[in-house]
């Protein structure tokens, strides 16, 4: 064995060890799991920004309206456009859920490159109630949600609770590569990071905040120009100080169909996003690549291949009976390693997705793992993204700038 194969096999045992801590912390965590007691119900406003819709958005709005919630419950739409086509669905779905607190809101201020923070800094000051809930317009909720979201608040040291999301409808090939990353990958890189230290950053499907917290970091409107947001309001919480608190429950997104290009450039902006947030930690993220370094290894093994005659061989190889092909070990560990990152991968899919029709075919496994390389280097490539039909420029800071 060279020196090249050396570092390889420890570059490839390394991340198989990574890849199996990341599983052993999602293993760990309750997932799905449910509130005993329902009772603690203080009221709650809900916050909706909203731009364009497609043929999901009218269900995904309605689980909202469905919530088994014993306190009262405020929510507010938010648009830029009163002209946008989602305007057309919210008076129907008021029709439809007479006696609720409900209101379109015309949030046509801009504070600054984050068109869905200046419509949440507005719609801020419309709410009624001490604990805010902000969600994506495409996210969707079973009726317990609220519930289970709102009990992590008993504890007073708590002023933040989000949980995790899933890609619900991946209907083509590039969205069902996207599903890996999401619903394999991402839950379980969340909670391996938080088995070092106690999570200092938020995810922004479903956010639910204490209204103090909130003003102390300066309000929505503080964020204006981030375009991690989630990251920046539980990073910007935390940091004064407050608890933050993950619920064990997962809410869906759903997307309209994407082709590869949109994916593409959707995994961009996330990896760039990251890479400013937490630089250190991207950097060093490539060594968790459970495919890029055991085919490497691999492929620094394929040299050692040769054709014995005799039926027994030098230490080092495995022999077949008669005349066969020697093959190196170090080929035979390797492979078994890309074997376990395909089972694990699949297994947390499973774990996170309990419909199996939405947990994507193993041999999208290596590919997405090897796509992330790429993505890896581009992050470190530029700094333009293509956020909502828009490029921008990402500062060193997390905001954005409009792209001249």
Not at 229 to 256: N, S, T
Request: proline letters at 6%; aromatic letters at 10%.
């Amino acid at each position: 064995m060279n020196f090249a194969n050396v570092i390889f096999a420890a570059l490839a045992l390394l991340s198989l060890a990574l890849t199996l801590w990341q599983w052993l912390a999602a293993r760990r965590f309750p997932l799905h799991q449910r509130a005993a007691d329902s009772s603690f119900a203080p009221a709650v406003t809900l916050l909706k920004p909203l731009k364009g819709c497609d043929a999901t958005t009218a269900d995904s709005l309605q689980s909202w309206f469905n919530q088994n919630y014993a306190g009262p419950v405020q929510i507010l739409f938010g648009v830029a456009d009163p002209n946008d086509p989602v305007c057309g669905i919210v008076p129907e779905l008021i029709e439809k859920n007479p006696g609720r607190d409900i209101q379109l809101v015309v949030c046509s201020e801009t504070f600054g490159t984050n068109g869905k923070i200046s419509t949440l800094a507005q719609l801020e000051r419309s709410a009624k109630y001490e604990l805010i809930l902000a969600s994506d317009a495409d996210v969707r909720v079973p009726p317990d949600f609220l519930a289970n979201v709102v009990a992590l608040l008993r504890d007073d040291k708590t002023a933040l609770v989000n949980c995790f999301y899933r890609l619900a409808n991946p209907v083509t090939t590039a969205m069902r590569w996207e599903a890996i990353a999401i619903n394999a990958d991402f839950w379980s890189q969340v909670l391996q990071a938080s088995s070092l230290k106690p999570p200092d950053f938020a995810l922004g499907a479903a956010i639910l905040v204490r209204r103090k917290a909130l003003t102390e970091i300066g309000g929505f409107k503080s964020l204006a120009h981030c375009l991690a947001d989630d990251y920046q309001l539980g990073h910007r919480i935390a940091e004064k100080g407050h608890g933050l608190a993950l619920c064990p429950m997962v809410v869906e997104c759903w997307d309209a169909p994407m082709n590869w290009r949109d994916v593409w450039h959707h995994q961009l902006r996330w990896a760039r996003t990251i890479r400013v947030c937490q630089p250190l930690p991207y950097f060093f993220s490539i060594l968790a690549n459970a495919t890029f370094w055991p085919l490497l290894w691999l492929a620094s093994e394929l040299p050692g291949l040769s054709v014995n005659t005799a039926r027994t061989t030098d230490y080092g190889f495995f022999q077949t009976s008669g005349v066969g092909i020697g093959i190196p070990c170090g080929m035979i560990v390797a492979i078994a390693f890309l074997l376990t990152r395909i089972a694990l991968a699949q297994n947390l899919q499973r774990r996170f997705t309990p419909e199996r029709r939405l947990v994507s075919p193993f041999w999208l496994v290596p590919v997405k793992d090897l796509l992330q390389v790429a993505l890896w280097f581009g992050a470190f490539l530029g700094n333009t993204v293509e956020w909502r039909g828009q490029r921008m420029k990402l500062r060193g800071d997390g905001t954005l700038m409009a792209e001249e």
